[in-house]
């Protein structure tokens, strides 16, 4: 029952969410940067670029085009329930 979950969800939100490209995309970004500096003075210097890269990436995600469009799923949810 758990697993069926998913198909309860519009399909245009079932196709985003069956995949992890997002968080591979925030790793593979990670890896190209560590790549450049290769060795960091520091363990907090780690956390300093890492923290960056993420809050960067928070203000894109924000700013930039929804990747999950929720009114669908807001919409479906109302008719259901008051049907």
């Known amino acids: 029952d758990e697993l069926m979950v998913i198909y309860q969800l ?5 196709k ?7 968080i591979e995309r925030v790793n593979q970004e990670i890896r190209r940067r ?3 500096i290769r060795i ?3 363990d ?4 300093r ?3 960056a890269l993420l809050i960067e990436q928070n203000e894109k995600w924000a700013a930039g085009p929804r ?3 929720m009114t669908v799923y807001h919409g479906q949810f109302r008719r259901s ?3």
């Open 67 to 69: 990747y999950l469009n």
């Open 44 to 47: 907090l210097s780690v956390l």
């Open 49 to 51: 670029l890492m923290g």
């Open 81 to 83: 329930r008051y049907a």
């Open 10 to 14: 519009p399909e245009e939100l079932r």
């Open 34 to 36: 560590d790549r450049v």
């Open 16 to 22: 985003r969410l069956r995949t992890n490209n997002t």
């Open 40 to 42: 960091f003075p520091n």
